[in-house]
Structures are given as structure tokens and as C-alpha cells.
């Protein structure tokens, strides 16, 4: 990792506003405990209590948004010792909103506890988040590993883009076939090994613990994507160097804000804000403050919502399973990473918010969307994830379209696959009803086999 002079920061307690009434230091060492206890607890919800918690500057409850491009000081020296790094924002000096803003830096500290990192910065979208870290990691002539199945967009900056603007090469391998992939790092020339932890769409589990012991033992930087599964797979706790975050789905739960994250050590984000070398000073996938400040009033309740999400989506592919769908869930015991995701997955999160029903044709896959949108109100046909309502899509031509045929077979994405984002609108046997209507509709028509 590149050398930095910027103000740098790690995440910690050393600030906390209004310490002086309020009894804001009883509040510190309240936290200071709760951290120490969190250390040991294994539910992201507990480092998230214990992260530190930023007041309004009038004494409210919510942070105040600094909604300012700049920062003005009393001193003119002030700002020259701002720019040589010996006054940053871990004492509270700002320099410009491109570079740290203290509401995106209260977000990205909610996002380091989350993963329980040592920092995050986020994003203006999940992929300038996956773009920046990639090229603050791999430098012109750098090679990349990545798994076979990832969002469409991934695969594309790294079979398209990344190689042509950039010279950075990447080989594809499937991350179940731990041999191929110990095989595929080039040894000196292979700078990050990069996987989701439950694959978009096919929802593989990557094994984190041993795709990182790999990647470490040829030291190789390990980068996972958790949009997934937050607060499901805590992947640096499994091992992983950096996690990556497009907030736009679960994290925001709106389905109204694109936005992303990269969580990672606090050498790796000041890094990235280096004033020579840095990829989110220098390319700008800045985050507005005032969209900071709403994601950052949603991450509180990010833990109920996932728990309701992967309830839901375990009721209904069980009860999809046995009427005779072909569903895939890491949480049905057929699922090949079925043991390996309840090895490490923190407990009473569930399986993941997601399932899919594989209705092998295109087009009997939208006939089942039709059903499910128009007929019976169940959800709406649309891309992403993470919202309230059940969002539906078929995978293969439209988030995976990216991928020509043979990737997509490579990567197991059926022409049929139909991705469900489950939502926790309404009651479960509300939604359930409307699910088994739409099901028995193709049955009439004669439009699925079952299994
Ligand atoms: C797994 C995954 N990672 C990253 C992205 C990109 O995120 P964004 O749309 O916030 O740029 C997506 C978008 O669908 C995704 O599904």
C-alpha cells in the first residue's frame, strides 16, 4: 500500500462532542466498555452500539450535517499544517469535502463497526467504491484473481475495463475450487484476490477463512463484497483485508440512494485520500453530506431489518421447495454451502435476504414475474436488493447481462434463474398467499416442472 502524508485517522473514541455536559464522559467510558464487551460478542449490532455516537451541535440527538464544500481555520499556519498531514480529522481539522467530511466520516465509522474494521470511507456508489479500491491496490501491469460469478457490472469493469484503460489483467476462477485457485495467483504479479461473499445472483458462499489463508500465504490483499449479506458474514473477522459495500441496497433499504462504502485498516483509506496518489481524492466518487446523514439515521435499525429479511426468505424457500420449485438459498440443508455459511455466519442473522428460483426457461421465468407483479401484487419487477417490498428479476438478461453466454454457464447462471430480493412488507402469510397464487397460476397453465 502506498505510502501517505495525508491527515490521516483511525477509528477510535478519541472526539466526542458535548463532553462537557450531558455527562459525556460517564457516555465515553459507558462506550469505552460496551467496545471492550463488543470485542468478544459476535453480532455486528453490539460493535455498532459501541461505536462512538456524534451529537448535534446544539445538543441533538442526531449529528448536525455539515453540508460545507470547505473548512475555514483561525490561523493561516493552520492550513499549511493541514496540508502535510499534521492536522487531520482525527482533531477535528477539515480541508474540503472531496477529501474527509465529518458526516461522511460519521457514516464511514458506522460502516468500519459494522465490519469491525479499523476504518471505512464511503462512496459515491457501490462501484467507485470496487473501482477506487482496485486501483489504489493493482497498479498498471497487476494482475487480479476474481470468482467466476459476481455482479455483472464487476465482471465487466474487470474483463472490459480495467484491462484496457488500465492494463490490469484478472483471472477468473471458480472460488469453490480452492486448487485453482491457489494455481491462478501469479506469485509477485497477482495484488488482490477478489470474491463476493454470497455470489450475485447464484448465491454461492465463498469460504472466507480459506480464500484468505491462500491469498495471505502469497501475499496477496484479499477483497470481498459483502452487499450480500451485511451483518450476516462479517468477511474481516473471517479473515478478509478490505470490504466492500454498494450501501445503495440493504444498507439503505430505501431503494432511493446509490451509494457504497469501502471498509478496510486505516492505512488503506488514508491511502486512498493521499493528495498525490489517492483514488478518492484524485478520481472524486465523492459522497454528499447530506446523503451521508440519511443513510446514517437507517444503519440503527439495518440489524432488525436483515433478521426479517432472511426470516422471510428461509419461510418461503422452504415452503417454494416443497411445492415443488427449484429454489436455491443457503439456508435450505440442499444448498451446497449450506454448512459452511452456518460455520460463520453471525448467529440469529439467518441465511441472507435473498433467494432464487431457477425456471430453467426465460421466458417461464417471466411468465412467473408477470404472476407475481400483476396478478397477485407479491413484488415488483425490478433490478437491486434490499428494499421493502420484494423486488424480482431475471438474472441472466438483465443484472448478469454483462456476461456472454459461456460466462454465464461458467458462472451457473441458468437462462431461467429469477432473482427475489425478499421484502418484509406486510404480514408473511399475506405475502405467502400471494406467492402460492401466482405458483398455482403457472401450475394451471402446465408452466413448471416440478422437482
Ligand atoms: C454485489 C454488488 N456489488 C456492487 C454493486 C454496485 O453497486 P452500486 O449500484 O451501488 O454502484 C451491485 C449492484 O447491483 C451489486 O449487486
Not at 460545507?68 to 480541508?95: K, Y
Not at 469460504?207 to 484479499?222: C, D, M, Q, T
Not at 458474514?233 to 478478509?240: E, F
Not at 459495500?245 to 457504497?260: L, Q, T, V
Request: proline share 4%.
Amino acid at each position: 500500500m502506498a505510502e501517505t502524508k495525508t491527515p490521516g485517522f483511525a477509528i477510535s473514541d478519541k472526539k466526542h462532542t458535548r463532553s462537557d455536559d450531558f455527562g459525556g464522559d460517564n457516555i465515553l467510558s459507558a462506550k469505552k466498555q460496551m467496545l471492550s464487551a463488543a470485542s468478544t460478542w459476535d453480532d455486528p449490532a453490539a460493535t455498532l452500539a459501541a461505536a462512538r455516537h456524534e451529537f448535534g451541535e446544539h445538543g441533538g440527538v442526531n449529528m448536525s450535517i455539515e453540508a460545507s464544500a470547505t473548512f475555514t481555520v483561525m490561523e493561516p499556519e493552520t492550513l499549511s499544517r493541514m496540508f502535510t498531514g499534521e492536522l487531520g480529522p482525527d482533531r477535528d481539522f477539515f480541508i474540503y469535502s472531496r477529501h474527509f467530511n465529518p458526516t461522511v466520516l460519521n457514516l464511514s465509522r458506522q460502516m468500519a463497526a459494522l465490519e469491525g474494521t479499523e476504518a471505512a470511507y464511503c462512496t459515491s456508489s457501490g462501484m467507485a467504491a470496487i473501482s477506487s479500491v482496485l486501483l489504489q491496490l493493482v497498479s498498471s501491469g497487476g494482475h487480479i484473481v476474481a470468482s467466476t460469478v459476481l455482479y455483472g457490472g464487476t465482471h465487466a469493469l474487470l474483463t472490459h475495463f480495467l484491462p484496457r484503460a488500465c492494463n490490469i489483467k484478472t483471472t477468473f476462477v471458480d472460488m469453490s475450487d480452492l486448487e485453482s485457485v491457489r494455481n491462478a495467483i501469479v506469485q509477485g504479479r497477482t495484488k488482490v484476490l477478489y470474491f463476493e461473499s454470497i455470489s450475485n445472483p447464484t448465491l454461492r458462499v465463498a469460504n472466507i477463512p480459506e480464500l484468505s489463508r491462500i491469498a495471505h500465504e502469497k501475499g496477496v490483499k484479499v477483497v470481498v463484497d459483502n452487499t450480500f449479506a451485511p451483518m450476516v458474514v462479517s468477511p474481516a473477522r473471517l479473515g478478509a483485508d478490505v470490504v466492500i459495500h454498494s450501501i445503495s441496497k440493504f444498507i439503505s433499504g430505501g431503494a432511493d440512494i446509490i451509494a457504497g462504502a469501502v471498509c478496510g485498516p486505516a492505512s488503506l483509506v488514508n491511502s486512498m485520500m493521499d493528495l498525490h496518489q489517492g483514488t478518492l481524492m484524485l478520481l472524486g466518487p465523492t459522497m454528499n453530506p447530506k446523503i451521508a446523514f440519511e443513510l446514517s439515521e437507517r444503519i440503527p435499525h439495518l440489524s432488525l431489518r436483515m433478521k426479517e429479511h432472511c426470516h422471510r426468505a428461509l419461510v418461503f424457500a422452504t415452503r417454494m421447495k416443497k411445492l415443488g420449485l427449484k429454489v436455491i438459498y443457503p439456508g435450505l440443508e440442499d444448498h451446497p454451502h449450506h454448512t459452511l455459511l452456518k460455520s460463520f455466519a453471525n448467529k440469529e442473522y439467518g441465511y441472507g435476504g435473498l433467494l432464487c428460483v431457477d425456471m430453467e426457461t426465460e421466458e417461464r421465468a417471466n411468465r412467473l414475474m408477470h404472476h407475481l407483479q400483476n396478478s397477485t401484487q407479491f413484488g415488483f419487477m425490478a433490478v437491486s436488493l434490499g428494499y421493502y417490498e420484494t423486488l424480482m428479476s431475471c438474472s441472466g438478461s438483465s443484472t448478469s447481462s454483462e456476461m456472454n453466454d459461456e460466462e454465464k454457464a461458467m458462472a451457473r447462471i441458468s437462462p431461467g434463474l429469477v432473482r427475489m430480493s425478499v421484502g418484509y412488507l406486510g404480514t408473511l402469510e399475506q405475502r405467502w398467499s400471494q406467492l402460492e397464487k401466482a405458483i398455482s397460476r403457472m401450475q394451471d397453465s402446465g408452466s413448471f416442472n416440478k422437482y
